[in-house]
């Protein structure tokens, strides 16, 4: 418990349910595929228990209870809180299950159904929000503000032979005119393991955790970073919102999201703590994605 990672196990789960929600203990618990800053745990057929991990604050999972039902009021909510405790000294949430699997776990085959459900769920969440809304000092904000960022990605991950190619799209994202409309809300982290796949196509967002408000060419990015390649233009027909300036810091960001991708592969590859090695993968095609414009 003294680390930044916590082992969330079945057992961990039924103890915190026994102390907590006696009600829910007697049902099953069930491993999940994926997870980093919280490890989510099937409860159930119809709920999931999420459980903060290697989030350092508690402060990703209070934003999403405060924000999540004023975002969403028709899409599964938090049904029960669990508060720190001697036995797991972080915050865990119970919710409602959406079935599927990860995309960093699964594959998009319906392009053309995913980009229009993509779309449809952005042009829904990207409403201006609220004077009282969360900013963050990275999503949502210019791409030139995450240029420390991009910088370390570019120098540890990209090859060789496409370093002058990356650098061209990130340098163009940097200079595109800086969003001119009033912020609105952003997820701020759609990469492969936040978005849940049924049948071939989107079934799910999950992890508000980084939501805020500011620039939707965020959310934007995930024309590359998540759909099949082919269907950017289709998506963004359909999103029918983003000026050419937006579709430039979007690439631009799509390629940043990538890089990253790429390094939590490699720190996978290495057994670093963190690392994903699936993800080194799905992020080089995500940037060839990117560097073909498709």
């Not at 699997?101 to 042009?123: M, N, V, W």
């Not at 759609?190 to 500011?214: E, K, R």
């Amino acid at each position: 418990m003294t680390g930044t990672e916590i082992d969330v196990t079945a057992d961990l789960v039924r103890e915190l349910l026994r102390e907590q929600h006696p009600d829910l203990a007697g049902l099953t618990v069930r491993e999940v595929a994926g997870g980093w800053g919280n490890q989510m745990r099937r409860l159930g057929d119809e709920l999931a228990v999420r459980m903060q991990r290697m989030d350092p604050t508690p402060e990703l999972q209070l934003k999403e209870r405060r924000w999540l039902p004023v975002l969403a009021p028709r899409l599964p909510l938090p049904v029960r809180f669990g508060a720190p405790s001697e036995r797991f000294p972080r915050h865990w949430t119970v919710m409602t299950w959406v079935p599927g699997e990860p995309l960093d776990h699964a594959s998009i085959s319906q392009g053309a159904h995913a980009a229009d459900t993509l779309a449809g769920f952005l042009r829904a969440l990207h409403v201006e929000a609220p004077a009282e809304a969360p900013v963050s000092t990275s999503s949502g904000t210019p791409p030139g503000n995450c240029a420390d960022a991009f910088e370390d990605f570019f120098r540890t991950v990209v090859p060789d032979d496409i370093a002058a190619d990356v650098r061209a799209v990130w340098d163009d994202a940097v200079a595109a005119d800086a969003w001119q409309g009033p912020p609105v809300w952003v997820h701020g982290d759609l990469h492969p393991a936040n978005v849940v796949v049924s049948d071939g196509t989107l079934c799910g967002i999950v992890d508000f955790g980084a939501v805020s408000a500011g620039d939707p060419a965020w959310d934007l990015a995930a024309a590359w970073v998540l759909l099949p390649a082919g269907t950017a233009q289709r998506f963004f027909d359909a999103y029918a919102r983003a000026d050419g300036a937006t579709v430039r810091r979007a690439r631009g960001l799509a390629a940043m999201k990538s890089l990253f991708l790429m390094l939590m592969g490699r720190n996978g590859d290495r057994g670093l703590p963190g690392g994903k090695p699936h993800w080194g993968p799905a992020g080089r095609a995500a940037l060839d994605r990117v560097l073909n414009g498709v």
